[in-house]
């Protein structure tokens, strides 16, 4: 394309590789976002040119760094990456702000807090939670650093999980599957047919024959998964048949467990599906699936309603692909009946929750996540020490665990002495101790006795002296964007606890406390 | 808008490179064994170590940036692109004024614009274009690829410059570390290449399976979803409806001949779900893209490179994976080498009469059965021994054909020389870089390599 054709960049073309994965809705959840953030050193700007090129709504930078005007530099250059992101800047100190006007925050969708420190963070903690607004706070310190999300709670419908099993229903099927598998001749004496028989319509037929002979069970020991895989080979007129292979690798889905997992189970029996008119639609929708789990003979959730590619004749897999589309639509149909039921039952207008809203719900009914975080003051105040101790001694958490301590010390340490350890040739040895001695304290705190540090990674920290180096920045700005992506666009799953870079080895983790 | 210079002179050198000054200037516990710590380390490195990048896209151009800011001064950027509206959602480094550019040019001036000091010597062409001996001045190659054949052939040139010594030990001057990334969607990876001591591209190809394709017989006669109705359209008509023509996937017309064919048989066999971006996913086969992981894995590959040149700590050791789709995960691998590896290894070993010609020796390739390499170039120590192209050169190198190997390489007992042609690799034949140890039958031998390897 001509460079003069291309003044004017279609945001379709422009953002052609993100919509393929969070598409049209997740976009314009982005292009309504307002995300503020405070302090744009490197770890802050790293976050903030991953959401600008994104094409988020607009973004305020918060920064009191004088001389040239930190947040008006970084302003423009954000503006100038996308011009289609509103940038805005504020000069003013980030604790200033957090301590003398918290109203301040409440006009954004998500704070993110690069580099504060515990009070200050502690302090916009409580303020945004009270909002109902996301905080992310990321924190670069030499080779380590963390990320952390703070939010009362985060609903996702569309988690996008990378392998799920099918919705096929084969352990289960209803009348018109059945009906359609019967009609089917799995026999057919044209070879070119039988092998093009879609394993859905084998497995159901054979499963029916399996259950038929063995008082109405489906195989469900080892021994009996076997002697179905060998009822499905019986029924194969040579070896190169794929869609009986298919069968084979697929048999499995036949002796999957009805019902529901453990996962929606647990959201269903929240006490968040006692809806009031204050619930949010994601609880209505919760607690409607619940009345559809009890009305339903199968206690199925509604049919997710679509099939995988296999191999088939055209007219096979097209009409079976519509028999698992009637039902999911006849499925979403039952569930859009309790939602308007509730709806009306708190006093909401029964059409305010919108069908494709439901059809969506519906489609990942088995998907639903809920995202719960304590607050910064609960996590300090009270960790799960159960997990405190099993990350110390944890070959694979140790590490992450003692950057938690340490990070946390530096601060204390901060406070006292009005400057990070290590920050002065002279002083690295004298701080060493130190910085041990306030690490101690914030374990003694956490209830911690006893368990020690690595005394590697105290020096380590002392030898960082607080630098925020790019790649690091970078990093971290990265995984802090990716988060605010997902709790913005309300689509793939957030961390569930504080992200933990680790710059020495990569193994990095994440500890929930 | 004023441009960002204007408004804000880049911070002064001191403030700038304070903190990462603090990492290199100190002793630590856990550093590699050659870290040398001081206050002019980053200086050093800097002005000493070129690095090359290779790909200037989404990775790329975060790479230049990162490696810049990590104290970097002289690099290299190689890329053959030029800039695409679809690529600026990622591509930090282009405006919209710069569709149609080269991205390496657009962005080794765009990084220079905001690091003061930094030179990035900018390469618009393909890998493949360049002399083997342009790759070796670098000290270390970083890799922001999307394409297996390219990450393939950078890592034969990097390893065809390792040598072994007498005992199959990796010499280190002939070292030359690579540092890979790549991304897909929420997930990526990162990890470091030390040719000889961890396992180079091919050791873990198979990492990287070969892409599926439909059977034909699926597109012509049970067609079931979108794709296969897209994939028709593009494999099976379009050479019905214009035989010979070729087929452009960057040119609109064409892709919109695809789209509409693709839905009329959509249409044809009840199937749904045949849109025009989705045709373009499935023809130019897209992987989407996003700017935050592309950062992730970058910044990983930039830090690796910081440490691997500066030993300031250790190293991945050897392989990260980044997943962001749900949480944050991060894991390591520890993969090893594969000790027959004909890329990293010492080179397959090939026994010549003193009377053997060149040309004989080339044949000898072609019948190899670990090699299978075809149109064969040579070259010995940097020196052109014969080359298929271009033209001028196969003209100059000609008459060495005739003559003996033994006189080419002036009477050694052993050499190792450097072979380019196309030879096997996952099933398709491509541009390939192979080191081959070559001994002569009955001359005097001064080691005990030959007994190394036997086939
Ligand atoms: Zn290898």
Redesign the pocket.
Known sequence: MAAAAAAFAEPKTKYDRQLRIWGDQGQAALEKADICLLTCGPTGTEAMKNLVLGGVGSVTIVDGCLGQSRAKSVCSFLQELNDAVNAKFVEESPLALIDTNPPFFSQFTVVIATQLPERSLLKLDSICREANIVLVAARSYGLTGLVRISVKEHTVIESKPDHFLDDLRLHNPWTELKQFAKSTDISDKDPVVHKHIPYIIILVRLAEKWADAHDGHLPSTRQEKKEFKDLIREHMLNLDEENYKEAVESSYKVSVTPGISDDIRQIIDDSSTEVSSSSSDFWVLVAALKEFIANEVNGELPLEGTIPDMTSLTEYYVSLQKIYQAKAESDCLALEHHVKKILKRIDRDPDSISRAYIKAFCKNARKLRVCRYRSIEEEFGSPLLSEVQKYFTDEDYCFAMNFYVLLRAVDRLAANYNRFPGIFDSEIDEDVPRLKTAAVSVMSEMGLNGASLSEDLITEMCRFGGAEIHPVAAFIGGVASQEVIKLVTKQFVPLPGIFIFNGIDQKSQVLVL | MASPDEESPAPTEPERWRDLDMLLSRPGNLVDANFDPSPGLRDTLGSLVEVLVVGAGGLGCELLKDLALSGFKNLHVIDMDTIDVSNLNRQFLFRVQDVGKSKAEVAAERVMERVSGVNIVPHFCRIEDKEIDFYSQFSIIVLGLDSIEARSYINSVA?GFLEYDSDDKPIPETLKPMVDGGTEGFKGHARVIV?GST?????NIWLFPPQVKFPLCTLAETPRTAAHCIEYAHLIKWNEVHPGKHFDADDAEHMQWIYSEALKRAELFGISGVTYSFTQGVVKNIIPAIASTNAIVSAACALEALKLISGCSKTVSNYLTYNGLDGTHINVSEFV??KD?????PGTLIELDTSSTLSEFIKMLEEHPKLLMSRASVTHEGENLYMQSPEVLEQMTRPNLGVPMFELLKGAARATVHVTGMAENNGKKVSSLRKLRVAFKGVEKNSKMDTTESF
Do not use: A, M, N, T
Request: aromatic share 8%; hydrophobic share 20%.
């Open positions: 390893c040719p396992p180079c591209f091919e050791c080498r594969d590896c004909l890329v990293c290894g």
